[in-house]
Every structure is written in C-alpha cells, then in structure tokens.
C-alpha cells in the first residue's frame, strides 16, 4: 500500500495569561488543517492486528510458509534499531494459531544464494526458507513542520514567562519479498509506510500518524520510546500488509479498513485479474464445496454442475443469478471467508484439514511424454526429450536408469532447481536446461521414472538418497528410490514410468 505523508495536524498553544489588566494575549502557532479522510481509529500498537492476522490465516488455510529475513537497515544512518527481531515477532505472532509462517534465521546475504540451490533436498536438519523479506528504512526528515508558542508578561516586581516547542519528523519504510533461489522480487508483494512522530516540549507525550489506504492511524509514544517505537509500528504494519498480499487473504480486515475501500477493492482486482480462467473455476469450485454447495471434484473445468453451484450462491448473496464467474463473486467469497486464499507460488498453503475432508480433489495423476510416444525408440547419438504433466500442482522428481543400472536424478537439477510443477503446464526435461541425456549404447534398455507428490517428499529422503544431480546413486535400481518415496507418501504419490530403446 502506498502510504502518502500527510501533515499532522499541529495544536496551537493559546493562553491568556491575564494577570494584569490591559495585557496582550500570546500568539497562537500556525494550524495545518486535519485531512478530511475518515475513519481516525485510535491504536496504541497493532498487536491486536497481529493477532487477527493470525485467525485470518487459519481461516484461509495458510500454513508452512519459510521465510527468512536479514534485517531492514537505517539506509538513513539515523536510527539504530532491532528491525530484524521485531520482524520475527510480528511475524511469531501472526502464526502462534495458524502455523502459517516459520521463520528460519538465515542470512541470505553472508553466503551466495547461488550456492543454495546444491543443498535443496541434500540435507536433513536445514529448511531452505522459500522466501526471504528485504527493506530498509528509506527514508527520515527531522523537523518538517516545527512549531512554538510563548507568552510572556512583565511587571514592576515581577515577571512571568511560557512556551511550548512542537517539532514533527517523517520516518518511513519499505519492504518487499523475493523468492530466495531466484532472487526475484515478487511483483505487487511490497509494503511503503510512513509515520509522522510529533515531540512537543510541553510533556512526556509524543504522538504518530500513519497513513495508509487513506486511513490514519494513532499510536501514543512516550518520550523514552520516541522513534524507535515509531518504527516498530512501521514494521508491523508492513509485516501485516506484505504477508497479506503474499498469502492472498484479505488482510485489509485487520486494519479495520472496508472493502469496499477503493484501493481495497483495486488490490482484490488485481488477485483476482492474476489467476488463470481455470484458477478461478478451481478456487470457487472450492469454496463452494467447503458450503456444500457444489460436490463435483475440483476440476477447474466450468461445467453444468459448476454453473448452477454458482448460481445457487449468487441468488442466495444478492447477486446476479447468470452462473458466471467474475469479480464480483471472488469478492462476496473472500469476504465471506468461502474460499482459502490462493497461493502465489502453489509450494505453500495446503489445504486445512477440515476443508480437506470437504473437498474431494481427483487423484494426482502424472503422464511423460515424447515426440517419438509412449514407449520411444532412438538411435545411437540422439538425446531424451521428455516432457512430464501433472494434474495437479505438485512437486516432480525425475529419475534416469542407464543400459548400465546407473540411477542418478533429473530433475530438478541446478539448471531448473524448483521442483514444484504447476497443474497442466508441461515441464521439459532436460528443457532449457545446459545438459544432455545422450544415447550412446545400441541394443540397451533404459528408464525414467518421476514421481509427484502434494508435498515437498524430496526434502525428507534418506540421506543415502539426497546425492547431487546427475551424478550416480547408490541404489540397485530404480525401484529402490520409488520405494523410498512410498514410505514417504503412500496415499498421494503419483507415479510414471517411461521404457527406453536404442537401436
């Protein structure tokens, strides 16, 4: 959200000190006029955002999200401060309930995040976070609106004298998250606050504003906090918008800002602009099987019994009954809390188990194929070609069995090191990807095999099993590493097999 600074309304001293007759009144300090824009809600944090964040998320169904931080700096070189640690207590108390968010104490910025990509799936005790936050207070003008009044009066045996200084400062703060093998800043996950922090003279009481979504928020600091609690505020604050975004939920509620505000209703727009036509058949097909009200599978296809669930839905909500998918019934199902929120990167987020034992999803099926078909035949020289298809967002491994019995992996590999596959795109092996699977033995019969599994299984094989790729296993065969998954996941693993010739 884009905060824009706004002037703090400034108080004037007035006073009449008239203890003699005929004497002259102070002069008021200038007044800046209050914006117009309401609600004011008054806060003295937002631990009780904080909190609401966290049922918002179990009632979405957000869970296991990693992420990682190195701090958000001072790029002012002004303020000192713990952002890191109050990073992570913002973001322990959004997950104290949902288990949304783990935060792994990792600095990506002492090590090449380059050389992560060898230890994804390698080893047993390290979680590779998936996403890691980066911001920086960005910005700090002291002293933009200072203010002062006095009075003062005099008399033959005495004299008397007061005054008041009022001077206002603008701190504010950005933060964004990035995918932390790609270093890819994700697009639209970003937060910009500011806060202004009024010290006066007069007493122990400092005041801040925040500005966001057009809403101002009061924060009451006290002169031993000063800024330094001004920017745990920011960092809350921001902690909440960005985590919201990433997770899709809409967290504006917790904010006690309307959705029916304008920016509310363009960031929703925008969630739901971004989906694929069979994203939003899929996300209401579960929402509204969550109700009971659709109980086909969740096939993202927008069939007759998907149009009429819809249309069901829409007369009972006051919309209009067409059976159409669109903004409008996105936005009464995410603020009915009908529909989990959607993940923009699929490898988090799995369903609770209590819409889970609502929905009843197909099975996870897997298909490989060839340009020469199902059961291909090549010559001496020539290289695979394989494209493998899941039907559901999953996570793939590939595996390769040469003429020799040699099993080495595939896929993913440091060329393509996301193993998550999203449902129905198909996924080239070796792809783009700088390496070759060359024929070179006539008369041999190989084998790839791959598995997809809802769950990341790759992480938690044995170690025997978690060698680099392409380079050779100490395994038999491939039934060995099929089995290893299976013990894994024995309900949910798909599995395909594609035999090999060379002439």
């Not at 003008?141 to 009022?166: K, T």
């Not at 270093?183 to 996950?189: A, C, D, E, K, T």
């Not at 122990?204 to 966001?212: C, E, L, M, W």
Request: hydrophobic share 40%; net charge negative.
């Amino acid at each position: 959200m884009t905060g824009m600074i706004r002037s703090a309304t400034r108080r004037s001293l007035a006073g009449a000190l008239l203890l003699l007759a005929g004497c002259a009144s102070p002069a008021d300090a200038p007044v800046v006029s209050r914006p117009k824009t309401l609600p004011v809600r008054n806060f003295t944090s937002f631990s009780e955002s904080l909190r609401c964040m966290d049922n918002l998320f179990a009632r979405f169904g957000i869970r296991d999200y990693t992420i990682t931080s190195a701090g958000l700096p001072d790029a002012t070189g002004e303020i000192s401060t713990g952002t890191k640690d109050m990073l992570i207590s913002a973001i322990s108390t959004m997950s104290v309930h949902s288990h949304a968010f783990r935060f792994v104490d990792f600095d990506q910025l002492q090590v090449d995040v380059n050389s992560l990509q060898s230890l994804v799936g390698f080893t047993d005790d390290f979680l590779v976070p998936n996403y890691y936050i980066r911001g920086a207070i960005t910005q700090l003008d002291e002293g933009v609106i200072a203010d002062s009044s006095g009075a003062s009066i005099a008399g033959s045996a005495f004299s008397l004298g007061y005054s008041a200084d009022q001077v206002t400062s603008v701190v504010s703060m950005d933060m964004n998250v990035g995918d932390l093998l790609t270093r890819q800043i994700l697009p639209g996950v970003s937060a910009r606050t500011s806060i202004s922090v009024t010290r006066t003279g007069k007493s122990g009481d400092a005041g801040g504003r925040i500005d966001t979504y057009g809403l101002f928020f009061n924060i009451a600091l006290n002169r031993a906090e000063g800024m330094h609690a001004a920017v745990r505020n920011l960092v809350e604050l921001s902690a909440i918008e960005i985590l919201g975004k990433l997770t899709q939920v809409p967290y504006w509620r917790c904010l006690q800002i309307e959705q029916t505000n304008p920016a509310v209703e363009a960031q929703a727009r925008e969630w739901f602009a971004s989906m694929s036509e069979r994203e939003q058949v899929a996300f209401v097909q579960q929402a509204l099987a969550s109700q009971g009200l659709y109980e086909a599978p969740i096939t993202g296809v927008r069939d007759e019994a998907t149009k009429g669930a819809v249309a069901r839905y829409q007369a009972d909500n006051g919309l209009l009954a067409d059976g159409r998918i669109n903004f409008d019934l996105y936005a009464s199902l995410i603020h009915q809390d009908l529909a989990l929120g959607r993940q923009p990167d699929p490898r988090f987020g799995q369903s609770s188990a209590e819409v889970a034992q609502r929905v009843r999803p197909n099975p996870l099926t897997l298909t490989l194929a060839t340009p020469k078909g199902a059961s291909p035949v090549y010559r001496v020289s020539q290289s695979l070609d394989l494209t493998a298809i899941a039907s559901q967002d999953s996570y793939v491994y590939c595996y390769y069995q040469d003429a020799g019995g040699t099993v080495t992996r595939i896929f993913p590999n440091q060329f393509q090191p996301d193993a998550h596959v999203i449902a129905g795109r198909a996924l080239g092996i070796p792809g783009e990807a700088r390496f070759e699977i060359v024929f070179e033995r006539p008369g041999a019969r190989e084998q790839v095999a791959c598995l997809a599994s809802p769950a990341e299984v790759g992480l938690r094989l044995p170690p025997q099993l978690k060698t680099p790729d392409l380079a050779p296993m100490p395994v038999g065969s491939l039934d060995e590493v099929v089995a290893a998954y299976r013990q894994l996941d024995g309900m949910t693993l798909a599995e395909a097999r594609l035999p090999i010739s060379v002439q």
